[in-house]
């Protein structure tokens, strides 16, 4: 079946510590990608976004996140993570546009957990 | 600036009775949609529309119904609901039909059915 998969379920890091987080999917086709964060309690807010044009994409926060289209990957970095990191992280894709009414695949989810 | 307003934020339920979820989006966004959250899932698309007056299935759209009664609300209904269904839920909302603008997220209904 089609997916969206994260590889890590819970990432614990110390301050300061470098973070990547994989995302793959299994869609063909043109897609567009996304990662959200949820800080808790609260609900997800985007963090940045891929649709086309340069594959290295920044967003909010100092994270970015590398599409690599022969690797159907999207995965996330942020050079230096902070306590304020702490949160659940989401890969989410738009699936090839075929009247798909703009809906979002998301991958299960990363809990990230930055030790100050 | 509301956004995305969803109501009640929680609920407990008895097994077998029945209870509508509120959504309401005031950015005039075109297409709405509800999730669920589960630990360890991700969120799942229950049903969304794509435009006022469309309805379709998500990936899990069993023991769910949903009305979009206007261009701003977006109603998810549990006609009998079961443990199963004990959830946080969550709608979006999206100014465009086909995916290329982020999604807008309300902050959540927690459920839970006993």
């Known amino acids: 079946a089609q997916s969206v998969s994260q590889h890590n379920h819970h990432v614990i890091l110390s301050e300061a510590a470098s973070l990547e987080l994989g995302c793959n999917y299994s869609?063909?086709?043109?897609?567009?990608l996304f990662w959200y964060v949820q800080y808790p309690g609260q609900h997800l807010q985007l963090l940045l976004k891929?649709?086309?044009?340069?594959?290295l994409v920044k967003g909010i926060k100092g994270f970015e996140a590398e599409f690599i289209k022969s690797k159907f990957s999207f995965n996330l970095r942020k050079p230096s993570v902070q306590w304020s990191d702490t949160a659940e992280y989401f890969c989410?894709?738009?699936?090839?546009?075929?009247?798909?009414?703009?809906?979002?695949?998301f991958g299960q989810g990363t809990e990230l957990s930055v030790k100050p | 600036n509301a956004g995305v307003t969803q109501t009640p934020k929680f609920q407990v339920l008895k097994t077998g009775q029945s209870m509508t979820l509120q959504c309401a989006q005031d950015m005039n966004h075109n297409s709405m949609y509800w999730y669920r959250q589960d630990p360890g899932m991700g969120l799942r698309l229950i049903y969304y529309?794509?435009?006022?007056?469309?309805?379709d299935k998500g990936e899990v759209p069993n023991g769910y119904n949903v009305s979009r009664l206007n261009k701003r609300e977006f109603s998810l209904r549990l006609e009998s609901a079961a443990p199963s269904q004990t959830s946080v839920y969550f709608c979006a909302s999206n100014t465009d039909r086909v995916g290329n603008q982020p999604q807008h997220f309300g902050d959540g209904t927690r459920l839970s059915i006993l």
């Open positions: 989410a894709v738009n699936p090839p546009i075929y009247n798909q009414g703009g809906k979002l695949i």
């Open positions: 869609y063909g086709g043109t897609v567009n």
């Open positions: 529309s794509a435009s006022e007056g469309t309805t």
């Open positions: 891929y649709f086309s044009g340069d594959p």
